[in-house]
Every structure is written in structure tokens, then in C-alpha cells.
């Protein structure tokens, strides 16, 4: 079967410093593994990195003549996603489109009702279910592969859920992801113009309010062995000559001893002298002799949540960090020379002016290298959904404004939109105007730890967002106008 996967283009929704990062859609790629692995001719068309609209991304994909299309979105880009549908039904009523990701696969009902152009969804981890299904339809016919686990599928005026996928129990089983169906060269990030993104485990233990993890993922932790993800370094350093990987894994060092493995087989391999990296994690989960290897083997940035400087947010969040275990994580990364980046989140129900300022001053304590503020977003899949729909912290739903860094959602009540704006604004300059981050931005570029082509984007985009205030963030705005928390 022929098979388009289509990434959305979104680039233009992310304002600020995000701007300077475009990734690879990963998620896509792991799925056209699938379909490879199966036999399937298959295609990627990334109209983000293209910069294709919805009738460029359209007619990209039907060059391909595809029996089959799949689109990915996130919550913010589900309406470009739908656009794309539209105009490729517009083209070709009779080409089956498809929708994956964590928005649709929290509410695939929903997702149907609002968008008639998609015949189905993909739920969960999709990596072999669009093989399933193609292979199904070519060998027993439509009847049979609508009953291929991993979808939910408009039937008339009907909508019939096939269950959920298989789960990946041994991740090794899992297709490798079809980079070389990427423009591997366009990609970027703060730190290098040759990067990409790797994923190395599956799964959150955690219960923070705000995230879908769990529910997409499962609790239970799934591990790739350290020598896999070792080879797939080195493998996208030789093809396609990236020097720079971030670990998309939401808690990278859950397992300290599986940390050390993967450190010594990037060091083995002689791996830690071709490629640079950078992980997200938490900052309980760090220490010095652990943060020495992983700097020993190649990592230069740790990414850890400091969240609030409030017990009121801290308590909300439900993510069981301190204060004193944010400050040790960031003293840790600092003693071995590593480079930080923080996460900020605002608009936390119950916070008031006085517990903003605290998490600025928290933020200020730790000191990272780089730091992120963000609105705490209702997406669908979160506990955080379920309670804001309940007591109607939720207006009408512009799934486009669903971008964590750009928009206020919730509607609580504890803080009006214009002292929220001010806020964000007063944050975000405070700490990105400080003569202290110009000088260890500048560090990092002369000791080589960020590229200084790509860090001066990063320089003067946060100028920009810390001179201007945010975009779309008006005083008094309705809507005040995401990075990773």
C-alpha cells in the first residue's frame, strides 16, 4: 500500500525563543519504520520544516499518489491538521485519512465530530498500527482491517472503536525510525544546525496534573538497551552527520544504573566525541557522581523543572519536588560544569502575585543557562482537563491556542488576565535581561558547548521576547497569550 505521513506546519504558531529549535517529527518517523518494516511504500512529508501551508502540504503528499494518508497533531496544531484533511479529500474524496497523536488519541470521539475530513484515529502507540492496517486491506480486504486493533473509525453516522494496540512490551521489538525519509539537514536547535531527536524509553511514573504522559505512555517504565541507543548515536552521526541529540524521554535518569550503562557504551564506542547531548529530567533525580558520567560521555545541558517557588503550586502540580532538591539538582549540574535549562509554569490555580514572584525568585536561586515560562495548559488526557472542565475554568475550546507559551487557558479566577500578562512579561525580562545571562550565554559559546551561530538566534530571539513582553499577551486581553514543563 502507498502511505503519505504528513507533519503539520506549526513553526509560525511558536513565538520567542522556541522559534529557534525545529525537530524532527520522530513520532511519524517511527511509524513509517512500521510501514517499511511491512513492506508498504511510504513517505514523510514535514510541511513544518518546509514551511508547506495546509494546500502545500496537500498536494506534496498526493504526489505520492497514497491509498492511505496519516497526519500527526498535538493539541495547538489539530486545526492545521484538519485544514490539511480538507484539502486532501478536496483533491482525492477517496484517499483514507488518517489522524495520530496524543490529542486524538485522548478524545478520538471528539476528534471525529470536530473534523469530518478524518475517517479515523489512531489511538496509543501507533508504530506498527498503520502497518497492521495497511497490511490487513491488501491481503483480506476493508472488512478485516477495520477490525485491526489501534482505531477508532467513522462507520456511517456511527463511530466504532477497534480497541486498543498491542503494547510494546520489549522496545527492542520496535521498528527503527525511517530518518533517511527526513530532511535530516534542515533541522536545528539552539546548539547545533546538524541535530535530531532520539527517544531511548516509554513510559512516566509520575502523576503531575498538566501532563498526558501516562495516559498515552503507561506508568510502567520501558527501557531501550543502552547498547541500541548507543548504536542509533552513532548510526545518525555517520549518515547523516548529526553532532547534536536531545533525548525527548521526559525523565531521563529514572534509573541510575541503566544512565551509567548507556555511558559507558557511548564512551566504548567513542561516540561521546562525535555527538553532544541533552536530556530532560528531574532535579531529585540527579547527583554529582551521575551527572559526571553522563558529562563524561557526551551530555553539555541538563533540563529540569523548577515549576513554582510556591508550597500552593507545588502542592497542585502533584509532582512531589522541593525546593531544596530543585536548588541541590542545579548546584550539582553547576559543580560539574554542565549547562541548565529551567522550566516556569504560571497560572496555577490558587497562586496568587506574591507566589509568582516566588517562583521567579526560586528560578533567579537556581540559575539556569536558559529558562522557559509557561501557562499551565488543560490538554486533554490530563487530570488537570477532567477538573477544569468540572468547574468550568474552560471557555470555548480554539484547540490553536493550546500552545503552552503563548495563551492562558484556564480561566480560575486568581489572578485577572492583565496582571497575568504583566507577570509573564516581568519574568521572562527579568531573568533573561540580567547582565548574568549575557555572560554565561557568551561562556557557552566560547567553550564550545553551544554552536554560536544557532545560541546568537537564541540570543536575540530572547532579547526580543524579554524587551517586547510576549506576543499576543495585551493587558486586559481575553486570551493572554509552550516549552516543555
Known amino acids: 500500500m502507498r502511505v503519505t505521513l504528513i507533519n503539520p506546519y506549526f513553526q509560525s504558531q511558536v513565538h520567542h525563543i522556541a522559534q529557534t529549535t525545529i525537530g524532527p517529527p520522530l513520532g511519524l518517523a517511527y511509524v513509517a519504520g512500521g510501514l517499511e518494516e511491512a513492506d508498504h511504500d511510504v513517505v514523510i512529508v514535514d510541511a513544518n520544516v518546509l514551511g508547506l501551508d495546509p ?3 496537500a498536494e506534496r503528499a498526493l504526489t505520492h499518489d497514497p491509498d492511505l494518508v496519516g497526519l500527526t497533531a498535538t493539541t495547538p496544531t489539530l486545526p492545521v491538521a484538519a485544514a490539511i484533511a480538507r484539502e486532501v479529500k478536496a483533491r482525492r474524496a477517496s484517499v483514507r485519512v488518517v489522524v495520530g497523536g496524543p490529542h486524538a488519541s485522548a478524545i478520538p470521539r471528539r476528534t471525529l465530530d470536530d473534523v469530518a475530513s478524518f475517517d479515523g484515529v489512531a489511538v496509543g502507540e501507533g508504530d506498527r498500527s498503520l502497518a497492521a492496517w495497511a497490511t490487513a486491506f491488501e491481503r483480506h480486504g476493508p472488512a478485516a482491517a477495520m477490525r485491526v486493533p ?6 456511517g453516522d456511527d463511530v466504532v472503536s477497534t480497541g486498543a494496540p498491542p503494547p510494546f512490551t520489549d522496545l527492542e521489538t520496535v521498528p527503527s525510525p525511517a530518518r533517511h525519509l527526513l530532511p535530516m539537514d534542515r533541522y536545528r536547535t539552539v546548539d547545533s544546525d546538524r541535530f535530531t531527536t532520539v527517544l531511548a524509553m516509554r513510559g512516566c511514573p509520575c502523576s503531575c496534573v498538566y501532563c498526558a504522559v501516562p495516559e498515552f505512555f503507561g506508568r510502567r517504565m520501558r527501557y531501550r538497551a ?5 548504536m542509533e548515536l552513532d548510526a ?3 549518515r547523516h552527520g548529526i553532532d547534536f541529540i536531545s533525548f ?17 557504551e557511548l564512551i566504548r564506542r567513542g561516540v561521546h566525541r562525535r555527538v553532544r547531548w541533552i536530556c530532560l529530567t528531574r532535579a531529585d533525580m540527579v547527583d554529582v557522581p551521575l551527572l559526571r558520567r553522563m558529562r563524561d560521555a557526551g551530555c553539555v ?3 529540569m523543572s523548577i515549576e513554582t517557588g510556591s508550597d500552593v503550586g507545588r502542592a497542585y502540580l502533584r509532582k512531589g519536588l522541593t525546593e531544596a532538591a530543585i536548588l541541590r539538582g542545579y548546584a550539582a549540574a553547576r559543580e560539574v560544569g554542565l549547562s541548565t535549562m529551567g522550566f516556569l509554569i504560571l497560572n496555577i490555580p490558587g497562586e496568587t502575585e506574591v507566589d509568582v514572584r516566588r517562583s521567579l525568585d526560586l528560578a ?3 540559575d539556569p543557562d536558559f529558562l522557559q515560562v509557561s501557562f499551565l495548559t488543560p490538554y486533554p488526557g490530563t487530570p488537570l482537563r477532567v477538573e477544569a472542565e468540572a468547574k468550568g475554568w474552560i471557555g470555548d475550546d480554539a484547540w490553536e491556542d493550546y500552545s503552552f507559551l503563548n495563551h492562558a487557558i484556564l480561566r480560575h479566577g486568581t489572578l485577572p488576565p492583565d496582571r497575568l500578562a504583566a507577570l509573564h512579561a516581568e519574568v521572562i525580562s527579568r531573568f533573561w535581561l540580567r547582565p548574568r545571562t549575557a555572560i554565561k550565554l557568551a561562556r557557552l559559546a566560547l567553550r564550545g558547548t553551544a554552536h554560536p551561530r544557532p545560541l546568537l538566534r537564541t540570543i536575540c530571539a530572547g532579547l526580543t521576547h524579554a524587551i517586547r513582553g510576549p506576543l499576543g499577551l495585551q493587558a486586559g486581553s481575553e486570551q493572554p497569550a509552550r516549552a516543555k514543563p
Open 248 to 264: 525527548v524521554d521526559d525523565t531521563f535518569t529514572t534509573k541510575t544504573r541503566w544512565v551509567n550503562e548507556l555511558c559507558d
Open 364 to 366: 533567579l536561586r537556581a
Open 301 to 303: 545541558r541538563v533540563e
Open 236 to 238: 545518525v552521526h555517520r
Open 150 to 155: 489501534g482505531f477508532v473509525w467513522r462507520d
Open 55 to 57: 494546500a502545500g502540504a
Open 226 to 230: 543502552p547498547a541500541s541507543v548507543a
